[in-house]
């Protein structure tokens, strides 16, 4: 099965305009890249930029996976490499799979309505949007998550799952069904409770059945608020003043569009077993699934082109964040490679995948820095602003190769301390700032924030 839908892959990147028809596929490297990926995670842990498990294979091979820093800090509890993460918005990607594995069963249609399965949706808009539209993200119905207060008042507190929905059912649409895309947590949680009502089952258990079980994944399940999961990586967030535990975010704010937990291994024979027909008997619903639809989505799956030294390769992905967490899963279809990240300390999973990305396929990884908001802040924390502002000279002189004096740095650093209401602090790192780049206007409004 796996040929035959790489074939279909490389007929998608001619027929899509992904790829252009001068580039060849990218193939194998010779040699064992394991020990510059070792050493540039390495790297990025030792400057607060990686916490946690990666995981690089060719095929069914596993070349690399390793686990970096603490899955529980307060206890002093390592990550390791069967340490359980939650996934976020990977968790789309299985709620399209389920989906996909209902049609296959019969249980339901892409072209059904929600409110065939939700009578108490509003009609004007339920009738009109299709589970396919919810798929591919072109249901025009406003994220949730980007609703004012949200975070801070509503995904602390547990929710009855369909009365939840009425945080945005009753919203206007931001566009036409099927005729624009945007991207957005509200469409898979619909999926998550037509799911439940299809199946008859919970999202939960219909998790087990359709998927879990016949991948014979072990580590993976949903990720329910109170529930002891073992081996589960607690949730916390770098700052520039060192670790801190993340916010609190109660399963059912996230349900089906991304409360799943997983390790890497589970998720490598998850990506294995789909493409290699073990969860989707027939191959025009995993051709669908990997087929661009709108932008460059299918159903839960990005796909792209991505170059790759001189060459392009096909991509098919999903990242994810939650409160204390990040996690990115990629498979370069014409190489065979497979990449994941995973995360607890909620660091941008870009900067690692791309490092390890090139690394894979034979070329050096970028230069990794370390974030002058990092040391800086660690010098504020223990000795002061004013020790901070005469150490940065020095700090220049001997480590400026070494460091990340970007202006976003700064930015960073000063945002913190008015997040953290000490203005006077963060005043003084805007000032320096505007003394080191002066003709930008980025700075404007956060000096005169923080100015008393």
């Not at 540039?40 to 690399?64: K, S, W």
């Amino acid at each position: 099965m796996l040929h035959v839908i790489k074939r279909f892959l490389f007929h998608i990147a001619f027929t899509t305009g992904l790829i252009l028809s001068s580039i060849t596929p990218v193939h194998a490297i010779g040699g064992d890249p394991a020990e510059a990926i070792d050493s540039t995670l390495t790297r990025l842990h030792d400057y607060g930029l990686f916490n946690g498990v990666v995981l690089a294979a060719h095929g069914d091979e596993i070349i690399y996976h390793e686990a970096f820093g603490m899955a529980n800090f307060e206890w002093a509890i390592p990550n390791t490499t069967d340490t359980r993460f939650k996934i976020a918005s990977i968790t789309k990607s299985f709620t399209a799979n389920l989906v996909l594995s209902l049609v296959e069963d019969g249980k339901l249609s892409l072209d059904d309505v929600i409110t065939d399965y939700l009578p108490d949706y509003p009609a004007d808009t339920g009738n009109r949007i299709t589970i396919e539209h919810l798929l591919v993200q072109s249901a025009g119905i406003p994220d949730y998550l980007d609703l004012p207060g949200f975070l801070e008042e509503k995904a602390i507190h547990q929710h009855d799952r369909y009365e939840f929905v009425e945080h945005f059912s009753g919203l206007e649409l931001e566009f036409e069904p099927g005729t624009d895309w945007n991207y957005g947590n509200s469409g898979y949680y619909l999926l998550g409770l037509i799911i439940e009502q299809a199946s008859g089952l919970t999202y939960e258990n219909a998790l087990q059945k359709y998927i879990l079980d016949p991948a014979g994944l072990h580590d993976t399940g949903y990720a329910a608020s109170g529930k002891i999961i073992e081996r589960l990586a607690g949730g916390y967030e770098k700052t520039p003043a060192g670790y801190e535990r993340a916010p609190f975010f109660h399963s059912s704010a996230g349900f089906s569009a991304g409360m799943i937990y997983s390790t890497a291994g589970d998720l490598f024979r998850w990506t294995r077993a789909l493409f290699n027909g073990q969860l989707l008997q027939d191959q025009e619903y995993l051709r669908n699934m990997v087929t661009p639809q709108k932008e460059d989505y299918g159903y839960g799956v990005f796909i792209g082109s991505q170059r790759i030294g001189s060459k392009r390769d096909l991509v098919l992905s999903h990242a994810g964040n939650i409160h204390g967490f990040s996690s990115q899963l990629t498979y370069f279809a014409f190489s065979d490679y497979t990449l994941i990240i995973l995360d607890n300390t909620r660091q941008c999973t870009s900067r690692t995948f791309f490092a390890l990305r090139d690394l894979l396929f034979g070329h050096p990884a970028p230069e990794i820095k370390e974030p002058i908001s990092h040391v800086l802040g660690g010098v504020i924390e223990k000795s002061g602003i004013e020790e901070a502002i005469l150490f940065y000279s020095d700090l220049r002189e001997e480590r400026g190769d070494e460091c990340d004096f970007s202006l976003s740095e700064f930015i960073r650093l000063g945002d913190f301390y008015l997040e953290r209401e000490e203005p006077e602090t963060a005043l003084q790192i805007f000032m320096l700032a505007n003394a080191l780049y002066p003709e930008t206007t980025r700075l404007d409004e956060r000096i005169i924030e923080a100015h008393p």
